[in-house]
Structure formats: structure tokens, C-alpha cells
């Protein structure tokens, strides 16, 4: 793993400098994943891995609603009580150029985490303003917000979803390593452009002022 993880680091920090847009993750890759998915999935009655896939699956419209409400009662419960990921807060605000969350969240949860945080962000784009990940859509509408192109914009992130929808839209690919991730990267690591072992070896990369 190690070795894999070698030789997708960037050789030198001179490409960094190209990103005109970054686009983050939020849950375990900003912020220290929180969200109780196993009870989530008990109180709907949801067997499928994917809380969001099994909601939207669901015929009955007003079931579909009822179980967005009870999955972002959850993710609002946990936006109060969110902690930022080591160097998560000096990368993002100290990053010389567009920057922003991408989440599966509700925009309205991330919105909080952004606010009690202190996190700034020019853009915050949840499940309610397009299509989640892995589909690339998000990122492509950060992209027409700003008129970025997508040779020009990175995205971040700790889970397969979000380098498929950064290489769906155009973009290069960062891979967070985290204890919670570490066992399962290696199904997925072909994705990422760039693997990275922390926000601060990110940051670095990034050319981020101290």
C-alpha cells in the first residue's frame, strides 16, 4: 500500500499552482465523520449500503420525503456537534483560489458546519442543488458558477464517490488517507490523481502560507 502510495504523490508542487477551483468532501475528509449510518438505516427500515440511493428508490413520494426529513435531522444533529479534521480549516482558508464543499449532505447541514467552524467557503453545493456524487454534476455546476474549466479545478475527498465525480467532470483527483479509509483505498486508489496522506501534506502541495 505504501508503495502505491508513493508513486501517486506529485513530484514536485509546481503543477499546484494551476488549480484555479477546489472542490472538498465534507464527512471524513473536512470534518471527522459523525453520522451514525447503521441507526439511520434501522429507523427508515433501509437494507441497501447507500442511505441516499435506498431513499431515492423509494415509489411512495411522500415516504421519500418523510425519510429525507428523518436523514437530515440526523446530518443537522451532527452539523452542532462537527469537529474539523486535523489542518482542515488553515488549508481551506488559507487556499489562493476558489474553494468549496461538495457534499451528499443537505446544503443547510454543511452551511452550519461552514458557520460554527469557521470555515470560508465561496460555494456550498448539498444534495438539493444537483445530482449527488458520484455523479459529476455538483462539480460541474461549481465549475459553470465560476466559469472554471475543469482542467483547472481539483477535487478532494476520502471515498470512491468523490473521485468518480471529479473524473467525470474533467478534473484531477486528491485521495485523503485516514485511519477510517486506509483499509478500504486500495479498491478505489486507481481513481485519484494524487494520494495524500494528510490535509497538511495537501496543503503543502498546495503552497499554502502558514
Same mark, same amino acid.
Given at each position: 500500500?505504501?508503495?502505491i502510495?508513493?508513486?501517486?504523490k506529485?513530484?514536485?508542487?509546481?503543477?499546484?499552482?494551476?488549480?484555479?477551483?477546489?472542490?472538498? =468532501?465534507?464527512?471524513?475528509?473536512?470534518? !471527522?465523520?459523525?453520522?451514525?449510518? =447503521?441507526?439511520?438505516?434501522? !429507523?427508515?427500515?433501509?437494507?441497501? %449500503?447507500?442511505?441516499?440511493?435506498?431513499?431515492? #428508490?423509494?415509489? #411512495?413520494?411522500? %415516504?421519500?420525503?418523510?425519510?429525507?426529513?428523518?436523514?437530515?435531522?440526523?446530518?443537522?444533529?451532527?452539523?452542532?456537534?462537527?469537529?474539523?479534521?486535523?489542518?482542515?480549516?488553515?488549508?481551506v482558508?488559507?487556499?489562493?483560489?476558489?474553494?468549496?464543499?461538495?457534499?451528499?449532505?443537505?446544503?443547510?447541514?454543511?452551511?452550519?458546519v461552514?458557520?460554527?467552524?469557521?470555515?470560508?467557503? #465561496?460555494?456550498?453545493?448539498?444534495?438539493?442543488?444537483?445530482?449527488?456524487?458520484?455523479?459529476?454534476?455538483?462539480?460541474?455546476?461549481?465549475?459553470?458558477?465560476?466559469?472554471?474549466?475543469?482542467? +483547472?479545478?481539483?477535487?478532494?475527498?476520502?471515498?470512491?464517490?468523490?473521485?468518480?465525480?471529479?473524473?467525470?467532470?474533467?478534473?484531477?483527483?486528491?485521495?485523503?488517507?485516514?485511519?477510517?479509509?486506509?483499509?478500504?483505498? +486500495?479498491?478505489?486508489?486507481?481513481?485519484? #490523481?494524487?494520494?495524500?496522506?494528510?490535509?497538511?501534506?495537501?496543503?503543502?502541495?498546495?503552497?499554502?502560507?502558514?
Open positions: 500500500m505504501h508503495q502510495i508513493q508513486q501517486r506529485p513530484e514536485s508542487s509546481g503543477e499546484s499552482s494551476r488549480f484555479e477551483l477546489i472542490a472538498f =468532501d465534507l464527512d471524513g475528509t473536512l470534518i !471527522e465523520l459523525n453520522i451514525p449510518f =447503521d441507526e439511520i438505516r434501522r !429507523e427508515l427500515g433501509i437494507e441497501g %449500503r447507500f442511505i441516499l440511493e435506498s431513499i431515492m #428508490d423509494e415509489k #411512495d413520494l411522500q %415516504r421519500r420525503q418523510e425519510m429525507l426529513r428523518i436523514l437530515e435531522s440526523y446530518e443537522l444533529r451532527c452539523a452542532m456537534e462537527a469537529r474539523p479534521a486535523y489542518y482542515a480549516v488553515e488549508l482558508n488559507g487556499l489562493d483560489a476558489i474553494k468549496g464543499v461538495i457534499t451528499r449532505n443537505s446544503r443547510r447541514s454543511a452551511e452550519i461552514a458557520e460554527r467552524l469557521g470555515f470560508e467557503f #465561496d460555494f456550498i453545493i448539498g444534495r438539493e442543488d444537483a445530482e449527488p456524487k458520484p455523479s459529476p454534476e455538483p462539480l460541474n455546476l461549481a465549475l459553470r458558477m465560476f466559469g472554471v474549466s475543469p482542467s +483547472k479545478a481539483l477535487m478532494v475527498g476520502d471515498f470512491l464517490f468523490d473521485l468518480l465525480s471529479g473524473k467525470a467532470a474533467g478534473a484531477k483527483t486528491a485521495l485523503i488517507l485516514t485511519d477510517r479509509n486506509r483499509g478500504m483505498a +486500495k479498491s478505489f486508489i486507481q481513481h485519484a #490523481d494524487y494520494v495524500f496522506e494528510s490535509l497538511k501534506e495537501l496543503a503543502d502541495f498546495l503552497e499554502v502560507e502558514q
